[in-house]
């Protein structure tokens, strides 16, 4: 959560009058998760905020494809979950969801390689983990077997 403070003096001297938030939930997975936008809500049992003024929701879906959307109630705009949201879906890690990356593209490349999940190669300890341990042998659940070992 990130606050937004509004210097509007109409909102009054209290400072808790002026603030909203933007809410931002990143995820790396390799399906989209589109629909979880809609969950982010200020009344969410995770969230619990009290402001009325506007808000942001801010879904990044980064190890997908390229998809960006952004919407506003307008039929609604008082509607006691959704109202005055701005939500924005951004998925993949592209000049479209981030347009510095046209003038930089070894940055995106770099970030796509942090959130991409990595092959694993087996390895003749790994295949023999397996028998082992079963469908814990990736690399990191070995590491914390061998311990005891």
């Known amino acids: 959560m990130i606050p937004i403070y509004f210097e509007d003096p109409a909102l009054g001297s209290d400072d808790l009058n002026r603030v909203s938030q933007m809410f931002i939930s990143d995820k790396a997975g390799k399906n989209r998760n589109e629909e979880d936008l809609g969950f982010v809500t200020r009344k969410h049992d995770s969230i619990q905020c009290l402001s009325n003024l506007p808000y942001i929701a801010l879904l990044l879906d980064l190890n997908v494809k390229t998809k960006l959307t952004v919407t506003f109630p307008e039929k609604e705009p008082n509607h006691v979950e959704t109202d005055r949201c701005l939500r ?38 790994i295949l023999e983990a397996l028998v082992k341990f079963g469908s814990t042998a990736r690399l990191r659940n070995l590491q914390w077997e061998l311990q005891d070992a």
């Open 88 to 125: 924005i879906y951004a998925s993949g890690i592209s000049e479209t969801t981030f347009p510095f990356l046209g003038q930089h593209p070894d940055v995106g490349r770099e970030l796509h390689g942090l959130v991409s999940r990595q092959k694993e190669v087996p390895s003749q300890s």
